[in-house]
């Protein structure tokens, strides 16, 4: 169902009449919750477990909403509310699913390479294999997000399950089959953190808010530091590394109840809120320009991503962005080692890279958040630098201090990506396409650390592969820059027209929506 705004030139009275209608429809939703969306009754049994649309009612009010002028106060209430209901959870769960992939590096420190009887290649494959997995699932894995619920899908119980299972194994091939399984579970994981922060908060917002939960990623490396100091401490009946997966593995178990519990589905259906404050939460997103959320895949937006550049873009920059990565999750702890500490101080020097990781974070955001419109891309230039300068100090560092400052100071990579995460769920249009964008980021993440480097061989190209990164970041924003003049110079000349007053409640993808421009903070130049 397709809902037109009008005009709002309406008289006086005819909108204290929109007023009065919202709140009879608040009073009335109060006593019938669920009439704020479709119970998809037609779909039979398995439909219960579809995510479900928003009502016509809802729509409908929705519509009356984006005529009327907000309450600021509500708004700032309602944000406050949403920001320490669901980013904290995020946090932590965002810190699992570090720790999750860093598990492996642990174990290999704890003794599982001898007691596996892992040959050098066996434990790079084993590292590779888990993002074999990621890339076998990354793209149907985002489409099915379209389909079921965020915070039943995301299901971190099965990332823990699996974790905990691989303690049991005996031999390469059985950890190579869990390692797999792993990869694909955890591949909608960052994904479906983006949609769950862009379904809440507007474009203006979503760098912050990515920004607060990715911090956690810099969390998890100081606690998987400490847990791996006081696992390795541990002296039982089991290995160290068993230890290292059981007990990772139950504690993720344990938190995707809470997940499961606190995050909600989507403004439609959830029960945190009332129904006038579930109104407010959409309707402040009205000059996103893409306020729909679709359950349907669309096959022209299909045909549209794979058309458009800046899906390749996207690509190239979760691959450039994620070559290094590789290095510094899975060979991290093995690379301090070789700088000569004993295996449980290597555990504790993860604590400073971790801590340097959210101080960049933090910086980026607070930066950000006070730069002039139109210099988003150059703060993910700047934010590079550091990372291509501590690959070099690695790689030719003279003394042990030097290159472990350099391999510290890798982790402003993360502040990076952060500000690009935003670029891909503020920038693309259509609940289809933006899927498959974020597939593209993804699938170049994994690609990017399916292969293990040889130290000093690996640690040149991560440099390399930085730098080209920039390169890939500098071409995002001049298709940003080109696409939002074109549009600007074609509604100048009137080859295109528009009311800037119509907020489009049908999915439309931002090539069909004229009015959509290349942001991330609410301004037409902000890229």
Request: proline residues 4%.
């Amino acid at each position: 169902m397709s809902i037109r705004s009008q005009s709002p030139t309406g008289s006086v009275t005819e909108k204290k009449d929109v007023v009065k209608h919202l709140e009879r429809t608040t009073v009335t939703e109060f006593v019938v919750p669920d009439a704020d969306y479709d119970t998809n009754a037609s779909a039979g049994f398995w439909g219960r477990f579809l995510k479900k649309s928003p009502s016509p009612r809802f729509l409908e009010d929705l519509q009356r909403m984006n005529e009327t002028e907000l309450d600021e106060v509500k708004i700032q209430k309602i944000e406050r509310k949403l920001d320490w209901l669901i980013i904290p959870a995020l946090a932590i769960c965002y810190a699992f699913y570090y720790i999750d992939k860093t598990t492996l590096a642990y174990a290999a420190i704890f003794g599982i390479k001898t007691d596996l009887h892992l040959r050098k290649t066996e434990y790079s494959w084993l590292s590779s294999l888990f993002y074999f997995g990621w890339l076998f699932w990354a793209l149907p894995g985002n489409l099915l997000m379209q389909k079921f619920p965020l915070n039943k899908y995301l299901a971190i119980f099965i990332w823990g399950g699996l974790l905990m299972a691989q303690a049991a194994s005996r031999n390469f091939t059985e950890l190579a089959i869990l390692r797999t399984l792993s990869g694909a579970a955890e591949a909608i994981a960052d994904p479906a953190f983006m949609l769950i922060s862009s379904t809440w908060w507007t474009r203006a917002q979503q760098p912050r808010v990515i920004g607060l939960w990715y911090c956690a990623n810099g969390g998890g490396i100081g606690l998987g530091g400490l847990l791996g100091y006081a696992i390795g401490s541990i002296k039982g009946g089991l290995a160290s590394w068993k230890y290292e997966f059981l007990i990772i593995g139950a504690l993720c178990c344990l938190w995707s109840i809470v997940l499961f519990i606190f995050i909600p589905d989507s403004p439609y259906t959830t029960h945190w809120f009332t129904r006038e404050e579930r109104l407010i939460i959409v309707s402040r997103k009205r000059h996103d320009q893409h306020v729909a959320d679709a359950r349907k895949w669309d096959k022209g937006q299909i045909l549209e991503a794979f058309m458009d550049i800046k899906i390749y873009l996207f690509f190239f920059f979760g691959l450039t962005a994620n070559i290094p990565n590789g290095g510094t999750s899975n060979f991290g702890t093995l690379i301090v080692k070789g700088f000569g500490f004993d295996t449980l101080t290597t555990t504790l020097m993860q604590i400073p890279y971790g801590a340097v990781i959210v101080l960049f974070i933090l910086v980026t955001i607070f930066v950000n958040n006070r730069l002039p419109l139109g210099n988003r891309t150059w703060l993910m230039v700047a934010t590079n630098i550091p990372t291509v300068a501590g690959f070099a100090m690695v790689a030719w560092g003279k003394n042990t201090a030097t290159r472990l400052a350099g391999f510290w100071m890798t982790g402003a990579s993360n502040a990076t990506f952060v500000v690009g995460l935003s670029l891909v769920s503020g920038n693309v249009g259509g609940t289809t396409k933006k899927a498959i964008a974020s597939a593209a980021v993804f699938l170049g993440v994994a690609a990017g650390q399916v292969e293990a480097p040889v130290y000093l061989t690996g640690v040149i190209a991560c440099m390399v592969s930085r730098a080209a990164e920039i390169v890939v970041i500098i071409l995002l924003r001049v298709v940003f820059v080109t696409s939002n003049n074109r549009r600007d110079k074609a509604l100048a000349s009137g080859q295109i027209e528009y009311d800037p007053r119509h907020i489009p409640l049908d999915d439309v993808s931002d090539w069909k929506n004229p009015a959509f421009r290349y942001v991330t903070l609410g301004a037409p130049k902000d890229v």
